[in-house]
């Protein structure tokens, strides 16, 4: 089966073997060669083997950015073992949920995060064992990271097909629970060759990993470096400063952002005046004013936009000067449509729904079979967001369907039910309306529209730590307002389009 597949080992492979002296990770002050970085990963690889991992086997992980999160996912691509990366940012009811969703065997925890999880831990059966990440020693029930090396069976082969699955990212709550969006090794593959030729990346390249390695665009741009045997420089969190530092030193040539990660940089290095001209290729989603600035202070830098998710990576793509505003044309490998809500195609000028066929779409959302057969429909992957084309075959982004509706505030998906659900088991609210409203600092932020119970009050603040305190902090209301009723529908559903009409345009 090896003969005709190239899975995310191999890609390590072919990279030791041409560069195997070439800085392939720099995380503070650990600095791998493409050979040292092949060698950890056979040594973690066959530690994982000797300890019972097998293929299909989960392994979690809720962790900052490191050298060690990167060699796992190396081990795990060579044996066919799963990862499943979860955001750190999750609250303890939310790990809890992705952990017994996808039942991992072994979990891997940076230390920050060890006493959240070893009380996640005791309620989900299938963990055998927790390792700690990072330097220090292991707390109580948890071994070392390290442990797991050994030399013993890392010269092993392991035939893994290209279609095993790789990775598993939880998105956004579309109705009040995470779903987990299983990728391949091939879908990691053909990822990041698509993002190779658009960008036009080689072994000169340094990529500056600022966005964290359990999101799609983090882990997409890190695979995409090591592909084209270029230099990872992992940043544990974003902070501008060390950002820009970095960029200056490592000569970074590469980043992916989200709002307001620019902005964020632009301000630091005011103050810092880092040379950052080494940049020659970026690519995110921000505010159009954000954008323009950080292009006049790098002027040679090349600005990439389009549209994707977590489902399927690389949808559209193009330089932001090519048609401003679209998300650009159809990537190499991918073939879009639009089609209606009776899934026949639209004329172009039309809106339609966003589907796409490509090597880059996932295997489905792992144990959802309805929700899998419906996202598959007639051989199409249906995106669930709205767009169209002009006549120039540019991509135009709409809006999301309903069934759908999508927050997203810094890059990160929220659904608005999720927090819906949340602000009702308060008891001071009667009824609520979560929307997105335009927010120039993170591109979209959350408003929370309430109707009280009768008598009640409760302080906007209180309202959104409240929040804060159930799920994860990003999701939690910017903006919080109350009224005394809200549109309602014929079948007396809230209307979110009138709400929006109303409040949508309020801060």
Not at 39 to 57: M, P, R, Y
Not at 397 to 405: G, S, T
Request: glycine share 8%; proline share 4%.
């Amino acid at each position: 089966m090896g003969l005709y597949d190239f899975t995310v080992y191999d890609m390590i492979c072919r990279s030791t073997a041409m560069h195997p002296d070439q800085e392939a990770v720099v995380f503070n002050d650990k600095r791998l060669t493409y050979g040292e970085f092949k060698e950890k990963c056979d040594h973690l690889a066959a530690g994982l083997t000797k300890a019972g991992i097998k293929q299909g086997d989960r392994l979690g992980v809720v962790a900052h950015n490191s050298d060690e999160y990167l060699i796992l996912y190396g081990a795990a691509a060579k044996i066919g073992a799963i990862v499943l990366s979860v955001n750190w940012r999750f609250q303890e009811e939310e790990i809890f949920f992705v952990l017994n969703d996808c039942a991992p065997r072994f979990i891997f925890v940076g230390q920050p995060y060890c006493d959240l999880v070893s009380k996640v831990v005791q309620r989900v059966k299938s963990i055998e064992k927790c390792f700690s990440m990072g330097p220090g020693d292991a707390p109580a029930g948890f071994l070392l990271f390290n442990s797991l090396y050994t030399r013993e069976g890392a010269e092993r082969d392991f035939d893994i097909p290209a279609d095993a699955g790789f990775v598993i990212i939880h998105t956004a709550a579309v109705e009040g629970e995470p779903r987990g969006a299983l990728l391949s090794q091939a879908n990691i593959v053909f990822g990041s060759m698509v993002t190779l030729l658009r960008y036009h990346l080689n072994e000169e390249d340094c990529h500056i990993c600022i966005l964290p390695l359990f999101h799609i665009a983090g882990l997409a741009m890190t695979m995409a470096s090591i592909h084209c045997g270029g230099k990872n420089v992992i940043m544990e969190r974003f902070k501008p400063e060390q950002t820009l530092a970095s960029i200056e030193k490592e000569k970074g040539t590469t980043f992916f952002n989200f709002a307001p990660i620019l902005k964020m940089l632009m301000e630091a290095n005011e103050e810092a005046g880092c040379d950052i001209s080494s940049l020659r290729h970026v690519t995110g989603m921000d505010h159009p004013e954000n954008i323009m600035r950080f292009l006049e202070t790098v002027p040679g830098v090349d600005y990439e936009t389009g549209f994707g998710q977590t489902e399927a990576m690389g949808v559209t793509g193009g330089l932001i000067s090519d048609r401003p505003g679209s998300a650009g044309k159809a990537t190499p490998l991918s073939r879009v449509a639009l089609f209606d809500d009776l899934d026949e195609e639209v004329p172009t000028g039309q809106s339609g729904e966003i589907c796409v066929r490509s090597p880059t779409v996932f295997l489905g959302y792992w144990g959802r079979d309805a929700d899998n057969e419906y996202t598959f429909r007639h051989g199409w992957h249906h995106t669930g967001d709205i767009g169209r084309f002009d006549e120039d075959g540019f991509l135009w982004y709409v809006k999301r369907k309903a069934q759908k509706e999508l927050i997203k505030p810094g890059g990160e998906n929220v659904y608005p039910i999720e927090v819906e659900k949340v602000i009702l088991s308060h008891a001071a609210v009667a009824e609520v309306s979560v929307i997105g409203v335009s927010d120039k600092q993170w591109g979209e932020a959350i408003k929370a529209v309430c109707v009280l119970e009768s008598g009640q009050t409760v302080d906007p603040d209180a309202l959104k730590e409240y929040v804060a305190s159930k799920i994860a902090r990003y999701k939690k209301p910017k903006h919080v307002v109350f009224v005394d009723a809200l549109p309602k529908t014929a079948d007396n559903e809230i209307d979110r389009e009138k709400v929006k009409k109303e409040h949508g345009a309020k801060y």
